[in-house]
């Protein structure tokens, strides 16, 4: 099918609430390596990289490989079925995760990374409130888009009871209008604030992701988890480190992202980057938290033979091309790029984040920090007709997301850097 065919297709078959980047949608056909191509045939190179999921590029031939042998031998087993793909992953994590954290429960997505976190916070402690940030995301579920801080991604109305929301470190909009150092991480003093006025007292968990994926790669200083989870565990509470974005050394430097604020987790989710595409989660706890889950828990889907076998590979590709001291190389590239041409476009506000996972909060003026949206999506524009694919988010739908596959080169951060270049160039003109 041409793209016009698929398009016509997605819009008398699929739900029209589905979000498609771009005025004209891609019909991605085959990828291989930084690079995919549409039905028409034209090349891009892959810098969002499936929502920051093709961590070793498409179709890295051992991780097909080893899917494919697995293919040959059995599919699918649910968790009912012990099976040695999935204790030789769990036996891997246990080896790389940080802390005490050794022991996994597999399913199928971050959301469900997340509800299986929440609810063994829950059954640990006794308690049943939750804090989360604003800003965040969790997911797709109930309970998910209850903990999600951002109004747009909260459909339905329905919301669980016991999740409240605290400000986040968003040191660029800082929602206390203070300035950092100086503001003594304040934000952070707000978790305590909203337990004490707004829950029992004591709470089952605090969840936040290292870095927000969604909310604009917003990025904590240095000081802030070390605050939090200082003030989690005081009332009662787990913490809960998300790393479904952050996980498999996205951030350079560490396989976790929670690793360059120097706290150990309670429990850890992971779910996108695990397997290179195919679908797996996982959360992941020490043996003394997970005992405390009792009762009757299975996933159909969590731990799948083939899933855990590209999950396998994808782990063994990146200790041996993408290792996290090769993404802080190439990430620090990549910023300092970006920071140049933060200094050449007045468009740009802001550029944060950590390793492959960089993000360029994009303004109509700098002193204003007003918002700019309309030209995200103008560059979105003109980077496609370029060749570069991007990701955006933000609760203004400003922000760039870039998130390459780990396996990126300084080749293909020079690349894309240029492709942004012209980019801003042409869009910068307009404003």
């Known amino acids: 099918m041409d793209t016009q065919t698929i398009l016509k297709k997605q819009k008398q078959y699929l739900w029209p609430s ?5 005025t004209e949608p891609l019909a991605l056909d085959r990828g291989e390596g930084l690079y995919v191509w549409d039905v028409e045939g034209n090349r891009y190179l892959d810098f969002f990289g499936g929502i920051l999921t093709t961590s070793v590029g498409h179709k890295h031939p051992k991780v097909t490989e080893r899917a494919k042998a697995q293919i040959d031998k059995i599919i699918h087993t649910s968790t009912l079925y012990p099976h040695e793909n999935v204790v030789a992953l769990a036996e891997k994590l246990a080896e790389i995760a940080p802390g005490d954290l050794s022991t996994s429960f597999f399913t199928g997505s ?3 990374a997340d509800e299986t976190a929440v609810m063994l916070a829950k059954a640990a402690t ?7 940030l604003r800003h965040a995301y969790s997911g797709r579920s109930t309970l998910a888009m209850t903990l999600t801080g951002i109004a747009a991604w909260r459909i339905g109305g329905t919301q669980i009871p016991g999740v409240k929301h605290a400000l986040n470190p968003y040191c660029y909009r800082c929602p206390l209008k203070m300035t950092y150092p100086s503001c003594g991480v304040a934000c952070a003093e707000d978790v305590e ?8 007292g004591r709470i089952a968990a605090f969840i936040a992701e290292p870095i927000q994926g969604v909310g604009g790669f917003i990025t904590p200083p240095p000081e802030y988890f070390k605050i939090v989870v200082d003030i989690t565990h005081h009332y009662g509470g787990l913490f809960i480190d998300d790393e479904v974005q952050t996980g498999f050394g996205r951030t350079g430097e560490h396989w976790f992202g929670i690793e360059h604020w120097g706290v150990e987790p309670d429990i850890m989710t992971m779910a996108k980057g695990i397997a290179n595409g195919f679908p797996l989660s996982n959360t992941m706890t020490t043996p003394e ?11 159909t889907f969590g731990g799948n033979p083939v899933s855990t076998a590209a999950a396998l590979a994808t782990i063994e590709v990146m200790e041996e091309e993408a290792s996290p001291e090769h993404v802080a190389q190439v990430g620090a590239l990549l910023r300092s790029g970006l920071e140049k041409l933060k200094e050449k476009y007045p468009l740009i506000g802001d550029v944060r984040g950590k390793g492959l996972m960089q993000g360029v909060e994009v303004v109509a003026d700098r002193e204003s920090k ?3 949206p309309k030209a995200v999506n103008e560059l979105f524009e003109a980077t496609k007709a370029r060749g570069l694919l991007i990701g955006k988010g933000g609760m203004y739908g400003n922000v760039i997301r ?3 596959p780990l396996t990126a080169t300084e080749d293909h ?3 894309a850097l240029d492709i942004l270049d012209h980019a801003f160039a042409e869009v910068q003109e307009r404003y």
């Open 18 to 22: 589905y979000l498609l980047y771009y």
């Open 110 to 112: 971050g959301t469900e």
């Open 126 to 132: 006794g308690y049943q409130e939750v804090i989360a």
């Open 193 to 200: 604030e909203v337990i004490k006025t707004t829950t029992s």
């Open 289 to 299: 938290i997970a005992s405390k889950l009792t009762g009757l828990t299975i996933s």
């Open 370 to 372: 007003e918002p700019s």
């Open 402 to 404: 870039i998130a390459p």
């Open 413 to 415: 951060i020079a690349e």
